[in-house]
């Protein structure tokens, strides 16, 4: 992918639906999500129908983005409702990628077909691992050979893009079992990939573990996992365009290219984020809440960051020096280089200016980036004076 | 209550005010000890018998009026008050109670103390017996020329031995075991004798009164409101409010504004006779205009020679101290300023270290001396510092054969570069139950000390003599000594002389940059060892960075030790879309915000706690 294209999802119109409804919650996942509510999905549902329909009309959507939770764990007329909202409200582009995210212990060839017929044409699983140790450790409900059977399923209904997550770095992982995990994921052909390091996050049980004793990812286990993984996608034909994800060429995920080039996106449902109108914002998190608030007339909005002025450049910058292809050069990247912490990024060799763009070639060090970057004062304009 | 016993004097000239006391109902005394004999609760106990203070103003150890003094329970300023006392004989008697710090780095204090006394009651405690710095402030006091009244204290205590400590001191001081005060501090046991005894066997002040005033300044603090306030003692004269006085050393002349008594709130009062002790306030405002030690005379019919005073104290180890936020070196001088005037034995040069910017080589007594005033300055100043490594003062030999005093290591030449470098030596006194002779023999002469006499000061305590160099002791001696001898070794020393000596300096190089502040002058047999006890420590402080940071250990170019800090492999977020955005931003701000606190050295960064725990005491070894 060329800069130019990547920069041109700046222009993009995305939207992303939140489903929080789970099977079982995972140990290390710190999204909104709920387990064993099912029962609450109809009135979930269309407590998002309504607040897409009393959002703001914009433009037919290039992108729809289904998270969660589990999205693939609702019935799917349920999520149908959700996409005929947006249709009527917005308009669905008619090359929109519209993805979901499913968990393979309940995607089968029914399931699949009936997602495929709603107009889903993109399906990311949450595979995590092929080994049945970690994937216990990481609290799943799904064997290996279950992921094996989704991706059939996907194929069959005629999902043309699938998406394969895993996790690597948790202490239970070895190096040979990432190894074939990798390789068992690159037989299963998908289009592609995301590799995320297992993180600890505050307030889950498995920061609660750690606390007490339980052995922590280990970072530079983590980086070594997170080179080899960049070694044999990139020989199975995959190339990595953001830190975490690698595709075929021309299946990087649309949705995500808006949001790293600083297009706008809406977004609907508990916990959700959007970015609209130069502000970013986010939704009350708490489900009932939410729910709630919908049904009574009021506002979804838990909270905004209006970002203008040098905080666009900036913002600018933190979402896009994430992408392969980097950022363009402007303000933001001069005083960067300009600073102390831009000239030691610089001489370590974890940003480099490259023509007009500036990219970060160590994509395992892009916070030590980030925090310079967040930190950046805006260069100081000499100004005339009338003396 | 205290007015209504002072004894009046013939020929009182102002109605309104005393007249000077008789000299011969005057007795000025100090009480000196070993740290913890329990001086300080005597002290307040002597007042509190004489109705000095009521019940209600009645605090425990009055006398240890700074904070610190209270938490640590130590005595670190000499303090002073009037007592009126009625005696068995019918008279009434004067009584000035100086009390005196009882650890060795303050003993300064002690000596300036002694020297507005013509008595000394010194303390021992039933149960530890008799102390290193029970032998040191007795022979200060001896050499004073003092009486020195021998007492025993705590003898409630279930485990007093009242008969061994005594036996003690008649071993040191001579005398009889049978005329040594016994008492209880705590319960008031024995409250009387002391009085009693102090008023029979201290001498009363001979002071002439016609001749021309002479009084010593023997301390000074500065009061917010009032200014500097000096502590005299009249010698010969009269100080009257309002005189005119010249202070002979600093040859400054400053009018009396209000003198008085120290009861111990302020009583002003007309005129402080001979032999009386008592407070003078001039109006001098700036720190270094009166000097301790100085002579105070007349200004219109002045004395011709001034007293003897005392022995400056001279600063033994020295250490850099610079703010954390380099804003706030003009804070810190301003502190240092205001600590100094009440501790005169505090030294400092302005100092500027590459690591960390700009400070004060500051010169201590010693290391407890240092800690003091490190939490001084951080808790009343407010400050936040960095302390490099304590060093002593070495003396180097120049190639034109003149002889620099150096007290810090980044001044030292290189070894081509002189002729010479000596270090301090101190004469060290241990004073030790004798099982543990051994394990102290074993750390003297680790530390190069060498061994002299040892002493039985009864079959079961042991003096142990020795000379040892000052920069052996002065950072972690002490402590492993109390932990060999589960505490009961006490420790006194003075400075001996210089010795030449096979000393190196190591420095320390974080990314091939050498960081004074590290920088430390070594024995040569122990420059491996420390080289290797710094890098190995400093791999744990320093963070890891971007790229690889050796840190090496070096004697002038050649590496002695060296360790690696791995550059950092992973640092970054996992997952960011459009869900995490403004948190992601704020959990980096907050983490920039963190890393505030850590020091540019070159391009690495070390974090502020990395300085004071690279520095800190070892708890090893």
Not at chain 1, 62 to 91: C, M, N, Q, R, W
Not at chain 1, 283 to 307: C, D, K, M, P, Q
Not at chain 2, 287 to 303: E, L, Q, W
Request: aromatic fraction near 8%; proline fraction near 5%; glycine fraction near 8%.
């Amino acid at each position: 992918m060329t800069p130019t294209q990547a920069d041109g999802y700046s222009q993009s119109s995305a939207a992303y639906v939140h489903v929080p409804f789970c099977s079982s919650i995972c140990p290390y996942c710190d999204f909104a999500v709920v387990a064993g509510r099912d029962d609450f999905a109809d009135r979930y549902i269309a407590a998002v129908c309504s607040e897409i329909s009393k959002s703001e009309p914009w433009r037919p959507l290039e992108a729809i983005y289904f998270g969660g939770g589990t999205p693939s764990h609702v019935d799917p007329p349920l999520l149908g409702l959700v996409l005929d909202a947006l249709a009527l409200k917005h308009g669905i582009a008619v090359d929109a990628e519209i993805s979901l995210e499913a968990n393979p212990e309940d995607f089968d060839t029914v399931r699949a077909t009936s997602l495929h017929g709603l107009g889903f044409n993109r399906v990311s699983f949450g595979a995590q691992s092929f080994d049945p140790g970690v994937l216990v450790a990481l609290g799943r409900g799904h064997q290996p050979s279950e992921i094996e059977s989704s991706v059939r399923a996907a194929r069959e209904a005629g999902f043309e893009n699938v998406s394969l997550d895993l996790i690597y770095g948790t202490p239970e992982e070895t190096t040979d079992s990432w190894n074939d995990t990798l390789s068992r994921a690159i037989d299963l052909t998908p289009d592609h990939v995301s590799c995320y390091a297992l993180t600890v996050e505050m307030g889950t049980p498995l920061s609660r573990a750690v606390r007490d004793g339980a052995e922590a990812p280990d970072p530079d286990t983590q980086a070594d996992r997170y080179e080899y993984a960049d070694t044999v996608l990139g020989a199975a034909g995959h190339t990595r365009y953001e830190v975490s994800n690698w595709s075929r060429a021309g299946y990087e995920c649309r949705y995500n290219l808006t949001v790293w080039a600083q297009g706008e996106y809406e977004a609907y449902g508990n916990g959700a984020h959007g970015f609209r109108n130069r502000r970013r914002f986010r939704n009350i998190r708490r489900l009932e809440a939410y729910v709630e608030s919908i049904e009574n007339s009021r506002s979804a909005r838990a909270g905004e960051e209006v970002i203008e002025g040098w905080d666009v450049e900036l913002d600018r910058l933190f979402v896009g020096l994430r992408r392969v292809v980097g950022v363009a050069t402007g303000e933001g990247t001069m005083t960067l280089l300009d600073s102390d912490d831009g000239r030691r990024l610089s001489e370590a060799g974890v940003i480099v200016r490259d023509h007009d763009r500036l990219k970060i070639a160590k994509p395992l060090l892009t916070d030590a980036v980030h925090r310079s970057v967040i930190a950046l004062q805006p260069p100081i304009v000499s100004t005339e004076t009338n003396a | 209550m205290a007015e209504s016993k002072v004894q009046y004097g013939p020929g009182s000239t102002d109605s309104t005010d005393h007249s000077m006391t008789d000299q011969t109902r005057i007795r000025n005394f100090s009480i000196i000890a070993h740290i913890d004999h329990g001086k300080s609760t005597l002290a307040d106990r002597l007042m509190e018998k004489v109705g000095a203070v009521s019940e209600r103003d009645m605090r425990d150890q009055l006398l240890d009026s700074m904070d610190l003094e209270r938490e640590r329970g130590i005595t670190i300023k000499a303090q002073t008050v009037r007592l009126n006392y009625t005696a068995s004989d019918g008279e009434e008697y004067v009584i000035n109670l100086i009390d005196t710090p009882g650890h060795v780095d303050f003993s300064y204090e002690v000596s300036r103390s002694l020297a507005a006394c013509e008595g000394a009651l010194l303390i021992t405690d039933a149960v530890q017996g008799v102390q290193a710095q029970t032998v040191a402030n007795a022979y200060l006091a001896i050499e004073a020329g003092l009486e020195v009244i021998p007492a025993i204290n705590k003898i409630d205590l279930p485990a007093a031995d009242p008969d061994r400590a005594a036996g003690e001191i008649v071993n040191i001081l001579g005398g009889t075991a049978g005329d040594i005060v016994r008492l209880s501090a705590k319960t008031g046991a024995g409250i009387d004798e002391v009085l009693e005894t102090v008023v029979r066997d201290v001498p009363p002040p001979r002071g002439d009164p016609d001749a021309p005033l002479r009084a010593l300044v023997f301390d000074s603090y500065f009061d917010a409101y009032r200014g500097v306030v000096c502590y005299v003692r009249v010698v010969d004269g009269h100080l009257g409010s309002g005189d005119s006085l010249r202070f002979m050393a600093t040859k400054e002349v400053h009018a009396a504004n209000e003198i008085g008594f120290l009861t111990p709130t302020f009583v002003p009062v007309g005129t402080l006779g001979p032999g009386e002790v008592g407070y003078l306030i001039t109006g001098v405002k700036e720190i270094d205009r009166i000097k301790v030690g100085d002579t105070i005379t007349g200004a219109r019919t002045p004395a011709t020679g001034a007293l003897p005073g005392y022995a400056e104290p001279n600063p033994m180890v020295f250490s850099g101290l610079f703010p954390t936020d380099g804003d706030d070196f003009e804070k810190l001088r301003e502190a240092l300023e205001k600590l100094r005037l009440n501790d005169a034995s505090l030294a400092w040069e302005p100092e500027t270290s590459k690591a960390l910017g700009f400070g004060f080589r500051c010169g201590f007594l010693g290391l407890l001396h240092m800690e003091i005033v490190r939490e001084r300055l951080e808790r009343e100043y407010d400050l936040d510092l960095v302390a490099t490594a304590p060093s002593v003062a070495y003396r180097v030999t120049m190639p034109d054969r003149s002889v620099n005093e150096i007290k810090s290591p980044q001044d030292l030449p290189e070894s081509i570069d002189r002729l010479g470098l000596a270090e301090p030596y101190v004469k060290a006194m241990i004073l030790t139950p004798a099982e543990y002779v051994g394990p102290i023999m074993e750390l003297a002469t680790g530390r190069r000390g060498i061994v002299g006499d040892m002493n039985y000061l009864s079959p079961e305590r042991v003096e142990l003599d020795f000379e040892i160099p000052l920069a052996e002791i002065v950072f972690d001696f002490f402590d492993i000594l109390k932990s060999k001898t589960k505490g009961y070794a006490s420790l006194d020393y003075e400075p001996a002389d210089y010795r030449e000596a096979d000393l190196v300096k190591v420095d320390i190089l974080l990314n091939g940059q050498p960081v004074d502040a590290f920088s430390a002058i070594v024995h040569r047999d122990g420059a491996d060892a420390y080289g290797k006890k710094m890098t190995g420590r400093l791999r744990g402080l320093i963070p890891r960075q971007l790229f690889d940071v050796p840190i090496q250990a070096a004697i002038g170019g050649r590496i002695i030790s060296r360790e690696t800090v791995r550059a950092k492999r992973k640092d970054v977020t996992a997952k960011c879309y459009g869900g995490d955005i403004s948190r992601k931003k704020k959990l980096l701000q907050r983490q920039k915000e963190g890393k505030k606190r850590m020091k540019m050295v070159g391009s690495v960064e070390v974090p502020q706690e990395a300085f004071v725990a690279a520095l800190k005491v070892d708890d090893d070894s």
